[in-house]
């Protein structure tokens, strides 16, 4: 039997014709490596926002369902071409939209989750030696209308079909050569990683790497989907992610993750009572804001200060929100910090080493950068951090840890 | 039993957002005179041929089924906008995609012919008190693929639908006040018709009207589907296309209809024998170049002239064809004459009025306008003139059967 290889291209991979026809280069190649493949595409280039900008000037607020049935037609696009320009490769493909490629999704339009994946349509194509081009971010919900993934969603796609089809691997394309110890923009020294694994991209994507959304290293993890991270315009070797990696030299720290989009509210003294945090952060649920660190600290006859951080885009809808509750808890007032960043190590070696927390917060110490908030978990230790700090901290950070490319460490 | 009306926007109607707002405004308006409104729209503007632009950028000869796959976005993407402005309004509407909406097609794709309609889910939204949107132009084939109906095929997709619903009427909206004597631009005194029978709507899009195709008219003619032709951006009351035009005075002509994307083509001196049309006009036809008005001149020696007219932009691909067809049959060669149009007159009141065409060629003989060709059917009589003659031709041909507005007659 066939190999089965699921390849991944975002928006920027098909921004226009000529990038399409790489594209297209690249699948014809693999296919001609005696591959089944399997192709999912995002919606070229800036479709998906000229598509929403054009919602906005209708309504300021949409129905989801019909932002759905709008948005999807932005992969609808990319799949077309692109099958075209494989078939003026000579190859053979068949575009498939979410629904035809048997994607089912729940009904939470803009923001939907796979429930399954039927995929005898796509088996039945490739059986027939065609290359198959699925339609990121969009699925069909029980009441047969097409639903988007949300932010992220041509990742998931990939890798759940990768999934289903049992691929040997899933290659997500992007326009960077892989995953990094942190971002070569922030820090010149950072490197490539050749390996890493599910649970420290989780973390790296939870303290704020764009390379990929949680949903879909997850859902990888869960299934044991080999992913390599890789360019699209390059033909190096990206970065694998995997379920352990095993290094020659035990490397404490892989990454540095940063987030500068973020933002910092503390409601004052707010009675020590039971169902605070409770109402509190219910309300910020209710309004879809998602709260990211929280540190409540000592009560003091009886009265705490709770704070958080928000993500910086959020602190518009967050502030009058907390004023209500805060008014209704009979709370001193909020305080409000708009420029903070969140910096964070990575590393499974974490487990075995301990005093990594230690070195952290004396690193940031010797640089003179206060910490305001710190959170861990067992491979991963975040700090809050002044926003103007953040560039600074995660250079000092890369380097204390090992990371600098002159280093000479391989990871 | 509430009354179904469906409403058919085309392209100039939805080709910004502000426009859509207007069609949403006119669509609310028929939903609370009480009706069920069920809503046709194409792709909004200009997105057809930019797609098609970006097809023809990556590949000469995009595969039918992907080029189906790429156009059906444009309608999807007007179906969604136009949902919302109609809830900017509180009202509730689902928008539906041709596959959605039950509507079945053959497996010719970008020219398919609707099979049957399926319009349950159409009629489970409209009895939730809900605006149906339906994407026009597009359906689903037996092989689960999007097909497209080619052109005028969202006027197709409104017909049908009206037809299958059993709708009292089906409004097409588009940027002229509804069908007219003959166009306006080229005869100043020309008419808006109040009623004009399907046969005559028939004769006057094949003579080259561009109000709606051949093939919805037909549809209509066929289920007794009430047609009314209106503007989108006006409340005049638009002209009605119905089974039988009853007047109170007889009118013999009731427009002229005229195509300047005409050409002549000839070949000279073939063999009289059987088979030879057939190898001439088989050729044409398997290069899909339509052919109107042929005209095979009197044998002399064995060996005839065949004269026939094609769409101009087919010239290019004809001559060619024509000239091996030629070589092959041991004809004299070929003649071509590029600027040519076709005028015609129609009116389902020739079949009782003896002499109509011999006014029609005695007017035109008067103007010394030279006749080419002609073809009659029962309610037309059509010639072919040289180009540069027809704006005159039409206006002659308006004032000599009585259409000019200042002659006081009433359609």
New interface residues.
């Given amino acids: 039997m066939l190999k089965t290889v699921v390849m991944k291209f975002g928006g920027s991979s098909v921004a226009d ?1 000529d990038k ?2 790489r594209v297209a280069q690249r699948v014809v190649a693999s296919k001609k490596k005696g591959n089944h493949v399997v192709v999912v595409v995002s919606a070229p280039g800036d479709m998906t926002d000229d ?1 929403l900008q ?2 906005e ?3 300021r607020l ?2 989801e ?3 759905d ?2 948005l ?2 932005g992969e ?2 990319s ?3 692109l ?3 494989i ?2 490769l000579s190859v053979d493909a ?2 498939l ?1 979410g629904p ?1 490629a048997g994607i089912h999704a729940d009904a939470n339009h803009t923001r939907a989750r796979i429930t399954k994946i039927l995929p005898s ?1 796509i088996q039945e194509e490739l059986s027939k030696g065609k290359v198959v081009i699925v339609a990121g971010f969009q699925g069909i919900n029980p009441n ?3 639903t988007t993934l949300g932010r992220g969603g041509s990742d998931l796609t990939a890798v759940a079909l990768a999934a289903a089809l049992r691929a040997s691997s899933c290659e997500i394309y992007t326009d960077v050569t892989g995953v990094y110890t942190t971002d070569p923009r922030v820090a010149l020294k950072a490197r490539k990683l050749s390996r890493i694994s599910y649970d420290e991209m989780l973390e790296m994507a939870g303290a704020g790497s764009q390379v990929m959304q949680a949903r879909s290293i997850e859902v990888a993890k869960k299934f044991d989907v080999e992913l390599q991270v890789r360019s699209t315009f390059s033909e190096e070797e990206g970065t694998w992610v995997v379920k352990e990696v095993k290094r020659m030299e035990e490397v404490v720290v892989s990454g540095i993750a940063f987030d500068k989009n973020q933002a910092k509210l503390s409601i004052v003294e707010v009675q020590d009572s039971p169902g605070v945090a409770a109402k509190i952060f219910g309300a910020l649920a209710q309004s879809r804001i998602n709260v990211d660190m929280i540190i409540q600290s000592a009560a003091r006859d009886r009265a705490n200060s709770i704070s958080f951080t928000v993500a910086r885009t959020d602190l518009k809808k967050a502030v009058p929100l907390l004023q209500k509750v805060s008014r209704e808890l009979g709370a001193k007032g909020i305080v409000c910090e708009e420029k903070v960043a969140k910096v964070a190590i990575v590393g499974v070696g974490m487990r075995s080493h301990p005093g990594v927390a230690a070195q952290m917060f004396q690193t940031l110490a010797d640089g003179k950068i206060n910490i305001e908030m710190i959170s861990t978990s067992e491979i991963k230790v975040a700090c809050v951090i002044k926003e103007s700090n953040c560039d600074r901290a995660v250079r000092l950070l890369h380097r204390s840890f090992g990371l600098d490319y002159d280093s000479k460490k391989k990871s």
């Fill in positions: 014709t399409i026809l598509l054009m919602a000037k209708i309504t949409p129905s369902r019909e932002l049935m709008l999807s037609t609808q696009v799949i077309a071409l099958s075209m320009a078939h003026s068949v575009s939209t035809q349509k047969q209308d097409i």
